[in-house]
């Protein structure tokens, strides 16, 4: 069962990623701001509120890894920020 | 080429199925298998690449080919109730997702990204689109926090 998606708007000055619930689609008042400055192209995977993703810089294409909790506003954290190396994140089964 | 025949579904690169109907694509065409009889019910949409059930619709996602040598994703449906066929959107790029009864993707005009859902049910099957905007992942329930099984 979904929890939910993750939605970035772009804009001129810096991106905003959300955190929108399937039954909030149509509510944009209720999606919850989880705040996103950077000029990154992000994917985020994982299951519950606790997720990793990838952010692939717009300027220099290396990707670096990203936290966010969607149960909290304003979580989204670097866990590299070396614009220079390329990282990507694992998964084990 | 033969799909299903006599039980043999080699050629099947996708299947998918409901309730009384197999659904399966060889790439160009897609086949619905019902008591013994095999039927072609999707064609001339270029390659398709993938299937999914959601709700009463078969969904697949095709290409053509652009004039700049590139592929161009579209999504389109085949109603499994009346046969009716029909396109969802074109300039697919990423996140094809079916969930909640819904069809997620984000498409692009190659300039900039939009955020679509398509509504699998009620009176307007129109994609509701957010500009500007793209799909950056979706997260699921963990096990132990969805509803218990009813038997």
Same mark, same amino acid.
């Given at each position: 069962?979904?929890?939910?998606?993750?939605?970035?708007?772009?804009? +001129?000055?810096? %991106? +905003?990623?959300?955190?929108?619930?399937?039954?909030?689609?149509?509510?944009?008042?209720? /999606?919850?701001?989880?705040?996103?400055?950077?000029?990154?192209?992000?994917?985020?995977?994982?299951?519950?509120?606790?997720?990793?993703?990838?952010? !692939?810089?717009?300027?220099?294409?290396?990707?670096?890894?990203?936290?966010?909790?969607?149960?909290?506003?304003?979580?989204?954290?670097?866990? +590299?920020?070396?614009?220079?190396?390329?990282?990507?994140?694992?998964?084990?089964? | 080429?033969?799909?299903?025949? *006599?039980?043999?579904?080699?050629?099947?690169?996708?299947?998918?199925?409901?309730?009384?109907?197999?659904?399966?694509?060889?790439?160009?065409?897609?086949?619905?298998?019902?008591?013994?009889?095999?039927?072609?019910?999707?064609?001339?949409?270029?390659?398709? /690449?993938?299937?999914?059930?959601?709700?009463?619709?078969?969904?697949?996602?095709?290409?053509?080919?652009?004039?700049? *040598?590139?592929?161009?994703?579209?999504?389109?449906?085949?109603?499994?109730?009346?046969?009716?066929?029909? @396109?969802?959107? %074109?300039?697919?790029?990423?996140?094809?997702?079916?969930?909640?009864?819904?069809?997620?993707?984000?498409?692009?005009?190659? &300039?900039? $990204? &939009?955020?679509?859902?398509?509504? !699998?049910?009620?009176?307007?099957?129109?994609?509701?689109?957010?500009?500007?905007?793209? /799909?950056?992942?979706?997260? @699921?329930?963990?096990?132990?926090?969805?509803? $218990?099984?009813?038997?």
């Amino acid at each position: 069962m979904i929890k939910g998606l993750l939605l970035v708007k772009k804009a +001129t000055e810096e %991106d +905003t990623l959300y955190f929108v619930e399937p039954e909030n689609l149509e509510n944009e008042s209720a /999606w919850r701001f989880l705040e996103f400055d950077k000029d990154f192209i992000l994917g985020f995977y994982g299951v519950g509120n606790c997720l990793l993703g990838q952010g !692939a810089n717009s300027q220099s294409g290396n990707e670096d890894v990203f936290f966010v909790d969607t149960d909290r506003e304003n979580s989204p954290l670097n866990v +590299t920020d070396t614009p220079s190396e390329d990282e990507e994140v694992g998964f084990m089964e | 080429m033969s799909l299903l025949t *006599g039980g043999d579904c080699s050629g099947w690169k996708e299947m998918s199925a409901d309730e009384e109907k197999v659904f399966g694509t060889d790439g160009s065409k897609i086949y619905s298998y019902s008591n013994g009889s095999l039927n072609e019910i999707v064609s001339d949409v270029g390659d398709v /690449w993938s299937i999914g059930i959601l709700g009463n619709y078969l969904i697949y996602l095709s290409s053509s080919s652009t004039l700049t *040598g590139g592929l161009s994703f579209s999504l389109g449906y085949y109603d499994v109730r009346d046969g009716t066929l029909g @396109s969802i959107d %074109d300039g697919v790029v990423s996140l094809y997702l079916t969930a909640d009864k819904k069809l997620f993707y984000t498409k692009s005009d190659g &300039t900039s $990204p &939009t955020a679509c859902y398509w509504p !699998a049910s009620g009176s307007s099957l129109s994609p509701v689109c957010f500009t500007n905007s793209y /799909w950056a992942g979706f997260t @699921s329930l963990p096990v132990s926090l969805r509803a $218990p099984l009813t038997v």
